[in-house]
């Protein structure tokens, strides 16, 4: 059983998704402690109610580092956490951090995703899972799942359809990573 701790930065779909697959031990993983950059994350509520530890801390990666190591966390999982990671917090888990982003990347990486590719008029949009480097959205690929566009979407629509493969993907990543079956070679994550 692995240790996760999870930054957020907002509502906290994904945080659930993942409190829920490790409740129903559908991922050898327990989330360990939650940290958000921002007081009023609704992300802290949600992590309150599974009795899981909550930190709030705006931006002193040494501090976030801290927590992390108190709660002994194997992986670091980023679920709507809004900032750019720092060297601390690369130095202590580069390799142990994960993300996850609403786009086939390297489409449409940082903010509004979901419009960039509406507004690119792609057909085919979907869900990215990968490693943590010092670039925004740039790291080692762990797995793609695509979503359709269709021609009377919304950001809100294509958004919505997009999450329902989220709460799915950061799951299975997880469990892929708990188990020992992610290989980094270079840029190259490797699905053994
Ligand atoms: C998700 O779309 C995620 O891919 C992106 O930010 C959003 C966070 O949503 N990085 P939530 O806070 O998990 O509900």
Redesign the pocket.
Known sequence: MIKLGVL?????????AILDASERKEIPAEVAVVISDRADAF?LERARKHNIPTAVINSNELEIVKVLKKYKVDLVC????MKIVGKALLEAYQGKMI????ALLPSFPGLHSQRQALEHGVKVSG?TVHFVDAGCDTGPIIFQRAVPVFENDTEETL?ER??TE?HKAYPEAIRLFATGKLKLEGRRVKIT
């Open positions: 957020i930065s907002g509502r906290g779909s994904n945080l659930e992300g980023l679920a709507g956490y993300n996850i982003h609403p869900v958004s997009i999450l989220e």
